[in-house]
């Protein structure tokens, strides 16, 4: 068998073709991170209430989402949502885009993680300047908004940072369903290669990347 020499031009000349398809992997990752956020609130919402069967469902549904590997519960959102949606709906998800079930897997699985940072950072801020803002004559939601919110986003934001750079280094698994993102892009490359060029591709792709989180760290960092 030949062995073919590296090239490291051929990292040049396919970093154009695997930035064109960048906007769809931030695209997924984002509206993901977005629609994660809403559901990590209503989370920790439910796990500070009080409430029994809503903390118990909170945290029932942390533990399943944390123990489920991603690419997991991609393929299950993947393969299993539309025979879902048909036998209960009479409704064919199958000509959805690819896109649309990634978001609904990292969704879960970002709501889950930031559940519980949004919960932790809640519970760093004392209670008793809760208290004090109601006592002045506050209402409980401007007590919430005015004195723990502010003091709690302070606390959450290192992890969030986190959390956010994991989904997107995480979403580089859609391709395994179709997706033509950054990822699915380079595997097209290699395809069209006949499987020559995997390195040279997946470098480039690994230094699109590491460009990426280097600017969110700083954006984070900024803020």
């Known amino acids: 068998m030949e062995t073919r020499a590296f090239d490291i031009g051929m990292i040049g000349q396919v970093l154009p073709q695997l930035l064109t398809y960048l906007d769809v992997t931030l695209l997924v990752g984002f509206i993901s991170i977005a629609l994660g956020s ?102 409980p939601f401007q007590a919430f908004r005015h004195v723990m919110l502010p003091q709690a986003a302070i606390v959450a934001l290192p992890n969030f940072g986190n959390a956010t750079i994991n989904l997107l280094k995480e979403g580089s698994l859609a391709y395994t369903i179709g997706l033509i993102d950054l990822i699915g892009k380079g595997n097209l490359i290699i395809a069209q290669n006949f499987g020559a060029y995997g390195i040279e591709v997946y470098l480039a792709a690994m230094l699109i990347y590491w460009v990426l989180i280097l600017v969110l760290e700083q954006i984070f960092g900024w803020i």
């Open 38 to 139: 809403l559901l990590g609130g209503a989370l920790a919402w439910a796990n500070l209430s009080g409430a029994a069967p809503l903390r118990w469902a909170s945290v029932s549904y942390v533990y399943v989402m944390r123990c489920t590997p991603s690419i997991v519960l991609l393929f299950i959102v993947f393969y299993g949502l539309p025979k879902l949606a048909f036998a209960v709906f009479d409704y064919d998800m199958n000509g959805l885009h690819r896109a649309v079930f990634a978001i609904i897997t990292f969704t879960l699985l970002f709501g889950a993680y930031i559940s519980e940072v949004f919960r932790a950072a809640y519970k760093a801020v004392p209670r008793g300047q809760y208290e004090a803002a109601v006592s002045a004559g506050l209402t």
